[in-house]
């Protein structure tokens, strides 16, 4: 696989960033450059593709991508749910408002609305703990939820579509 000329002047501009040999450094900030232009998540190709333009092997850019929610490893919904379901938000109810989001909108964790409105993800600490239980939503923090701001957000999200 080969990315466009766009893509691959904005690669060589993020690892400018970096000291010369170093270009490992820019695999984060690569990944979410690729994520953003497709289809929301990475592909085994992307990823291989990704490891040639930075001169590492294929299993270093496997590592950060698995390991990091940031990264999508299949295609995503448009708006992503991500709950913290660590334990200062398991405390404040993060595990009923992760059973809530399952119910309204029927799919499991990992798993994506019929219409690719919505994916449901969990995500260990987000480092919000004194705003539990709360989730992540885009760049965006939802915090103190509750059943009744679950649906105000979910119906904002549906009216930003229309």
């Given at each position: 696989?080969t990315?466009?000329?766009?893509i691959?002047?904005k ?7 970096y000291?010369e ?8 900030p ?15 190709e992307?990823m291989d593709a990704?490891?040639g333009?930075l001169n ?5 850019v496997y590592?950060?991508a698995?390991f990091y929610?940031m990264?999508n490893l299949?295609?995503?919904g448009k708006?992503v749910?991500?709950?913290c379901q660590?334990?200062?938000?398991m405390?404040?109810?993060s595990d009923?408002?992760?059973?809530y989001?399952k119910q309204?909108?029927?799919i ?7 219409d690719?409105?919505?994916t449901?993800k969990?995500?260990e ?7 539990a239980?709360m989730?992540?939503?885009g760049?965006?923090?939802?915090e103190?939820l509750t ?6 957000i ?5 009216k930003?579509?229309?």
């Amino acid at each position: 696989m080969t990315f466009s000329k766009d893509i691959t002047d904005k690669v060589a501009e993020l690892v400018k960033r970096y000291p010369e040999g170093k270009q490992k450094s820019a695999l984060i900030p690569v990944l979410h450059l690729i994520q953003e232009t497709g289809n929301l998540s990475l592909t085994i190709e992307q990823m291989d593709a990704v490891a040639g333009l930075l001169n590492i092997t294929p299993i270093e850019v496997y590592e950060v991508a698995t390991f990091y929610t940031m990264f999508n490893l299949k295609p995503v919904g448009k708006y992503v749910l991500e709950v913290c379901q660590t334990g200062p938000c398991m405390l404040n109810g993060s595990d009923q408002i992760i059973d809530y989001i399952k119910q309204k909108l029927n799919i499991k964790n990992g798993e994506t609305t019929a219409d690719g409105l919505f994916t449901l993800k969990t995500a260990e600490c987000l480092g919000a703990c004194g705003y539990a239980p709360m989730m992540q939503l885009g760049k965006t923090y939802k915090e103190f939820l509750t059943p009744e701001k679950i649906d105000a957000i979910l119906e904002d999200c549906r009216k930003a579509i229309l």
